[in-house]
């Protein structure tokens, strides 16, 4: 009697553009007249193991990707979800986190595998890291995880707490504020294959994700400049075109003396101001005076979460409120906070 033969598992692979796909003769990304290359040539062990879908959502640096391209990836994940046992999403490293929290907030509660990875070398280029990115990041998609992650060198990553740490490095990302999901080893017969810690959210194939991309976009971010008498704050603070701001403390979130009256006039305009912290590693929290002031006068303390994440979540909060209570900024600032403050994809620590 014949065996059964194995299905494969299918994964989706969104194209996004970026480094991994640039040509080999110029070094940058394909445009759209170009004629579409299959870069799964160079990795023939994938076409062999898993039945890859890939379908082309922008062809894109991501320094210019958008709310719209990062909605468009969640609706064709949301759309083919029934169909794949996994994502893999190719896109350039510049803006690799904000997507990847992004999609954590606009995809909640999903219960398979969306891996983000890219690589800072063309997959046409000798030397490349692409191969061995794109190869893990298939065999995460079609693993036992959860939830959204970037597969980068050899660090499998939770999404919504990757930050990029090197603009040219092997090793782009890393979660300074966590331990890694994961990391690549090279197994008995020579292969490379991803090996799981004990710290990630486990696949459900019961799960369907929420899906949310009604982003309210109007945010911007302020970095403190120490020895600055700038008034950039309040610019943004009196701009129509800013309803909410991601500011980066000091230390544990500290801020500076001379902006405490006008975080007062922002919460008085019903801005929220969320506060987090510039170092790599820590939280922003009231453990000193300058951090109280903060917190006193109206400001939200965004805990540990990165910089990337706390842009994304503000954005999908402001969204939230605009959605529930239309126009009315009653209460807006209270209702951001809470959003904020929740844990959303273990963005932030319990």
Do not use: W
């Amino acid at each position: 009697m014949a065996q059964a033969t194995l299905s494969k598992p299918a994964i989706t692979v969104l194209q996004c553009g970026g480094t991994l796909e640039a040509s080999n003769e110029d070094g940058k990304p394909l445009n759209h007249e170009a004629k579409e290359r299959n870069y799964f040539n160079r990795v023939s062990r994938l076409l062999e193991r898993y039945d890859i879908n890939p379908v082309r959502v922008g062809r894109l640096d991501s320094t210019d990707i958008t709310y719209e391209h990062r909605a468009l990836m969640a609706k064709t994940i949301y759309d083919n979800y029934e169909r794949a046992d996994g994502f893999v999403v190719v896109h350039g490293t510049d803006t690799m986190a904000e997507t990847a929290a992004a999609l954590n907030y606009m995809l909640q509660g999903i219960g398979k595998p969306v891996i983000l990875t890219g690589s800072q070398v063309s997959i046409y280029k000798p030397g490349t890291d692409a191969i061995n990115n794109l190869h893990c990041a298939v065999q995460s998609a079609s693993s036992d995880l959860g939830e959204i992650a970037i597969m980068f060198d050899n660090l499998l990553l939770r999404g919504s707490r990757a930050v990029k740490v090197d603009a040219c490095g092997f090793h782009g990302f890393d979660t300074p504020r966590t331990q890694p999901l994961g990391e690549r080893r090279v197994n008995r017969v020579g292969e490379l294959e991803v090996v799981l810690a004990n710290n990630y959210a486990r696949r459900s194939n019961e799960n369907t994700p929420e899906l949310f991309t009604d982003f309210h976009t109007l945010v911007e971010t302020y970095q403190q400049t120490s020895g600055s008498e700038s008034n950039g704050l309040m610019h943004l603070v009196e701009s129509e075109d800013v309803h909410g701001i991601v500011l980066a403390g000091f230390g544990t979130g500290n801020v500076q003396s001379r902006l405490i009256p006008v975080l007062r006039y922002c919460a008085e305009k019903h801005k929220p101001v969320v506060v987090v912290s510039s170092c790599l590693r820590g939280a922003s929290i009231d453990l000193y005076e300058v951090g109280c002031a903060a917190f006193n006068a109206g400001a939200i303390s965004g805990l540990d979460l990165t910089r990337e994440a706390a842009t994304q979540k503000l954005m999908y909060a402001l969204g939230l409120h605009r959605t529930l209570r239309g126009r009315d900024v009653g209460g807006r600032i209270d209702f951001v906070k809470r959003i904020i403050q929740t844990p959303i994809g273990c963005d932030i620590s319990n």
